[in-house]
């Protein structure tokens, strides 16, 4: 008789020694889910930023590649946080379920991957510059619980063929765990959240400056014909800042701290900044990444006190040519000491916009404002600290990222109206819009049509009355069109006699240049 081997290699599992691969899978996402709850509450005593999701996304952001960086802003604009998280995740949970994957048969796959994924955590908090060593226990004990539920679920996954019972058992305890995140998550994010920060912009109450800003004069705006409004409201202001959470500060808390080169060095309360004699001017803000004809550029009237004053109660000793500033979430900016000296520019510290205290995401209890400077290098928001310094010795955050060191604002325009794209009829049309030229101001405003019968001639716009060099100026033309395709094209002209460029190029290392244009179909 013939004797029938068995050739099938030992060493590859049969279906009954492997878990499912989609038991295995949830077996990893599931102790994921409870690592990131147990980290998450954790966080909640020590800063929300320890969170290890939190922590991870934070890195990500300061390590991106430049490319990358400028491919999200121009791509998802003010969305390219909630992007960012939602790749982050992404990532996470694939990377996750091939560890699950690998983890059919025996669960040292999976538990090497929590370890590293542990180690990431740690590594996340320490490069972070406004989180402590305390922070540290938000991964550790984000990794601890990934090992004990990862080994714990892994058990309770077999045997590979299960009865009903036993499936049920399983499915229990991964909806417990995941139950039981939640619920550590939800508690972490609300103890972080007990610093109440619209309580403190309630105590604040209404800051009435001694120096108020002037009454905006008749004509000052052309939102009938379609610009922007001269003030932008709070809600409406544009927002661009590195903070993946805001910060939470309270106006009884923040100090502020000016010291390195220096006479003495001085601490600020809210208190002493508010008993002080306040000021309200309006100031436009922009920021580097605007392309030519984008929106991130508003004004608002700020109320405050001169930055100069705080910084010669200081005492500014020869040599300091930087102001090294640093909000509270641990975000730099350098800003050239000679802008926030000159009286006529009128650098503030502001702890109030459009008549109430600065809303959170606009930086209360205090933020910088320094007219005629892109937002990177000036309007360092929730700051807490500024070092007198030289630009040779420190760098803010974005100049190691390719940007340029001072960032002074450009001279710019923008067609509001029509918009790209638009049908129009033949004949006789208003076109508006704005143009800006901080610390400068704007002398002339000049439009054009072109067609597909050649270029047209520079027609001067109108002029918004001028309520100061720090804010931009609206404008607008009446002109006929004649029928067919027509690209209507606006270029500035500043105080100084500069005329914009037509040269084409982008917002990076120092500000976007081009004459904005819309491309309109007349009928």
């Known amino acids: 008789m013939g004797v029938q081997l068995d050739t099938r290699s030992s060493s590859v599992p049969t279906p009954a020694r492997r878990l499912p691969a989609g038991r295995a899978i949830s077996v990893a996402v599931v102790s994921l889910l409870a690592a990131l709850g147990a980290g998450h509450l954790v966080a909640g005593f020590v800063g929300l930023g320890a969170s290890p999701f939190v922590a991870v996304g934070n890195w990500v952001r300061d390590n991106s590649p430049h490319a990358v960086v400028e491919w999200a802003k121009d791509t998802f604009g003010t969305a390219d946080k909630i992007v960012l998280f939602i790749g982050v995740a992404v990532v996470v949970l694939g990377v996750t379920a091939v560890a699950g994957l690998l983890s059919r048969t025996r669960p040292t796959p999976g538990l090497v991957f929590a370890a590293v994924l542990g180690v990431l955590g740690f590594f996340a908090v320490l490069t972070r510059p ?8 938000a991964p550790a004990a984000s990794m601890v619980v990934g090992l004990l539920v990862f080994r714990w679920l892994h058990g309770k996954a077999w045997p590979a063929e299960q009865d009903r019972e036993s499936r049920r058992s399983f499915l229990r305890a991964g909806a417990g765990v995941v139950l039981g995140a939640g619920v550590l998550g939800t508690i972490g994010q609300l103890t972080g959240n007990r610093v109440d920060v619209e309580a403190s912009r309630a105590d604040v109450g209404r800051l009435t400056p001694a120096s108020p800003a002037p009454r905006l004069p008749r004509g000052a705006d052309f939102a009938a014909d379609g610009t922007a409004r001269f003030i932008t409201s709070n809600r409406d202001f544009y ?4 903070a993946l959470t805001l910060p939470r500060l309270t106006a009884r808390d923040w100090r502020l701290r000016i010291h390195g080169l220096v006479g003495r060095t001085v601490e600020f309360t809210f208190a002493d900044i508010r008993d002080r004699r306040l000021i309200e001017r309006p100031v436009t803000l922009a920021c580097v990444s605007n392309e030519v004809g984008g929106g991130l550029i508003s004004t608002a009237d700020w109320i405050g006190v001169p930055l100069r004053e705080l910084l010669l109660e200081a005492g500014v000793r020869p040599g300091a040519d930087q102001l090294f500033s640093t909000s509270s979430d641990g975000f730099t900016a350098g800003t050239p000491v000679d802008a926030l000296l000159d009286p006529n520019r009128g650098a503030m510290l502001a702890i109030g916009m459009n008549g109430e205290p600065l809303p959170q995401e606009h930086g209360f209890p205090a933020r910088m404002v320094v007219p005629g400077l892109y937002g990177y290098v000036s ?15 420190k760098q803010g955050y974005w100049i190691p990222r390719g940007w340029s060191a001072k ?17 129009l009829a033949r004949g006789r049309t208003t076109i508006a819009g704005v143009a800006w030229a901080p610390t400068i101001g704007i002398r002339q405003v000049e439009v054009r049509v072109d067609g597909d019968d050649g270029e047209g001639e520079w027609h001067p716009a109108e002029l918004g009355t001028e309520v100061g060099l720090n804010t931009w100026r609206m404008w607008r033309v009446t002109l006929d069109l004649k029928r067919g395709e027509r690209t209507i094209r606006v270029r500035a002209t500043d105080n100084i006699g500069y005329t914009q460029t037509d040269a084409e190029a982008p917002p990076a290392p120092d500000g976007a240049t081009g004459w904005h244009s819309v491309r309109v179909s007349v009928d």
């Open 130 to 137: 406004d989180l402590g060593l305390l922070a540290l226990a």
């Open 239 to 242: 927002r661009i800042d590195t």
């Open 379 to 393: 309007a360092t928001k929730w700051v807490v600290d500024m070092e007198l310094t030289t630009f040779a010795d």
């Open 407 to 423: 960032g002074p604002i450009k001279t710019q325009s923008r067609i509001d109206s029509p918009r790209d794209g638009f049908l």
